[in-house]
């Protein structure tokens, strides 16, 4: 048990990566509450933030942080005009549930 | 002459006018303009044949063709072909052209009177002129694709003439039935043509043009030899003939005529007299040279001719309606006419295609009178005793009532008894004298059966009582001057044409006009195939004619002096009489032959092909298939293009996962080898992506089938063992050598090396091995393995 906790190395932020992005891509694909559907899309941001610093790591890399910055800089951006959309089709239809919000569509 | 193209002109000009604006005008301006079109063709017809033509034939030469040839441009020009749009006044198309636009005139000044009550008054102008000007190119055509213009412009005509009132479904019928017979024709006339250029291309004429036809040199190509054996002029002619056949009504392509009557009456006369049913006939004296060249295709024609001569007659005699008793005497003087030209009687035949012209039109002309006094019945069981009411038209009717039966000195007289006396002289090359005989006697009797019937006609229609009921009786009248004008016109030149075509007797010298036609024919065909015959013999074959006429007339007097007849009444219902007479009122059950021989397997073919080709092929596999196909896809496609982007995510998703793993997947194993300097050195491919990467792989340079080791395993493996320490294992993780590129000695490698590459995922172990050959041993000297 220790020893795993001690040896922590780059495979094991990968994997972490990965598996966050996996949950990720699952709630886009299957959640149908708008709000959590972005949510989602952020897990997959961040465990893309986490991929990049990793290796940004892994090769000695100043880019890949600064990389990284400006992703959260845009996930936050993004996350501010979802959201304010989000609000603003609760107050007219008092729910976000993706499934109903098809007017569009026809 | 720069005027020939004027005579088809003016009436195709005349035609044009009614077509189009016809409906616009005034009656008197539509037949105006219809009859003075063809009465100015007649006009130039009349003065081209006075004039230039007439000064050439006095100045001709012998053997030289008396001929005005009007080449208007280049029609068709393709290799070594080329086609003149040429016309050719000669002494054989000016005599047509004398008949064509004569009678024509004649019978467009009729059509005013008759035709006076019918609202489609231009369209029926319009087309009897476009008749008229389509058989005159037919006649003046210089070659035969010219020719074959008017050839099917007439077959148009006639469909649209036929079937003029189309509202009743039986003529437009007729209509079709013409057209649709006329087409078979046709196309055995263009195999004929072909067969023509086939013949003369040889010679360096391209042209089709009649003049090469008469080429001396040309009668080589047509009697070498062809299929079978026979010659080119025999098949050539023989599928001429065919389209002849179509044309003039002759076996086997005759039943369109009788159900021609379908038209108005004016046409019918102008289809059996001056248009259409003559072209075959012209065709075949125009092409003289060729059918010449062939004795077996000249028999074959006359005895068609002699036989359709016999069968129409005799199908005539049971018929009741006016104008179908007339359209079989057509198709059995046209069978007259045909033996006259199959037995190389040309003259006769022409003589005999003329003389027809005048007295069948007045025929038909006399029956559209009677049909018009008769309220448009044509029964001939109804009427009787028309004699006092119809003055005028009786008068004509007997005078062409006796032309017709050869009765002296009408001109039917010295026509028939020209063919008659050339179907018993006949002597062409190969053919047995006794054929001649069966022709004549063949045609002696349809010329009894001719009489016979065209009397019984007569004296049904205009001796005994009345037989029509009291309505038709009241509003009986003789037709105004319009139709009774073109009859007396008929009725003079059915009387006194017969004068320029004299029998020969040597006893008398006779001054050349009483052999006139014979003269004037004489540059435009080849010479007569008839033997000269004695005045004895000629005497003999003329009484005999009269004989039969007189014996036929006699016969039918008898009979129907007073009406329908008590004797055939009783003979019709004997046995046998019955079945004759069934027979002949069934026109020999023709027609219904042709039905289940041909028009039923064909209607079936075409229905299989309907149901078959078109609603199973057509409708529902391409048609309703592709649209089954794109229906199927559409919905396929609506499942995933549901709007809701979710879904369009799980694609994207899917993709993006194929595109990784299919990019990362190992590769199909393979090594790559190269000299550097004094080592080689090989690279392992493994693929891309994670699965290349994470490929295991195992070398074996040198061949010996074991895989090689990693240097240190080598070195755990010689160590000696400590005593209690384990044997060394191999770990294939760590121990194999698994390096992608492995530099080594040029000797110590090969000559054959082995790769497996090991799938992480599957872990399926894929083996390659490759050939090194260049293996240089360390002592530099060059090994071949």
Known sequence: MNDILLHVGFGHFLVLAAVLFAIGVAGVLLR??????MMSIEL?????????VTFARMHHDLNGLSFALIVIAVAAAEIAVGLAILI???RGRRHVDVDRLNTLKY | MSTLYLIPAFPLGGALFNLLLGRKMPRWMVHFVAVASVAASFGVVLWTFANPLWHLFAGRQEGQPVELVQNLYTWIQVGDLKIEMAFRLDTLSAVMCLIITGVGT???IYSTGYMAEEPRYAAYFGYLNLFTGSMLILVLGANLPVMFIGWEGVGVCSYLLIGFWFTNEAYATAGRKAFIVNRIGDFAFLIGMFLMYMATKDLGSTSLDFATFRDPAAQTAYTASSWFGERYAMWACLF????????SAQIPLYVWLPDAMAGPTPVSALIHAATMVTAGVYMVARMSWVFAAS???MAIVAGIGALTALTAAFMAFAQTDLKRVLAYSTVSQLGFMFVGVGTGNWTAAIFHLGTHAFFKAGLFLGAGSVMHAMSGSGDIMKMGGLRKRLPITHATFLIFCLAISGIFPFAGFFSKDEILAGAWGMSLPDVPRAYAYVLWGALSLAALGTAFYMWRLYFLVFHGEIRADQETQDHIHESPWSMTFPLIVLAVLATVAGVIGFPHLHAWHMPSLLHGLEIWLEPSVTGSMVSQATDLRTGALIGAATLMGVAGIVAAYVLYRHGPSKQVEQFTSTELGNRLYQASKHKLWVDEIYDSAFIRPFRWLARALFELVDRFLIDTVLVGGSAWVVSLFGRLMRWVQNGQVQRYMVGVILGAAAVFFLSGRAARPAIEWRKVGDRIELR?????GLQGNGARLRWDLTGDGEWDLKPEALDRLSKPRKPGEPPHQIEPEKDYLSDPVIVRHN??????????IIDPLTHKARVVQAYVPMVVSLSGTETQP
């Open chain 1, 44 to 52: 997959m941001l961040n465990a893309a933030n986490i991929t990049i």
């Open chain 1, 32 to 37: 149908r509450n708008a709000l959590i559907v």
């Open chain 2, 684 to 688: 392992a491919y493994a693929g891309a």
């Open chain 2, 240 to 247: 001429l003939f065919i389209g002849a056949c179509g044309k």
């Open chain 1, 88 to 90: 603003a089709v609760f």
């Open chain 2, 747 to 756: 000797g110590s490698v090969g000559p054959y090396v082995r790769l497996e």
């Open chain 2, 106 to 108: 004649l019978i467009h």
């Open chain 2, 295 to 297: 004795s077996t295709t």
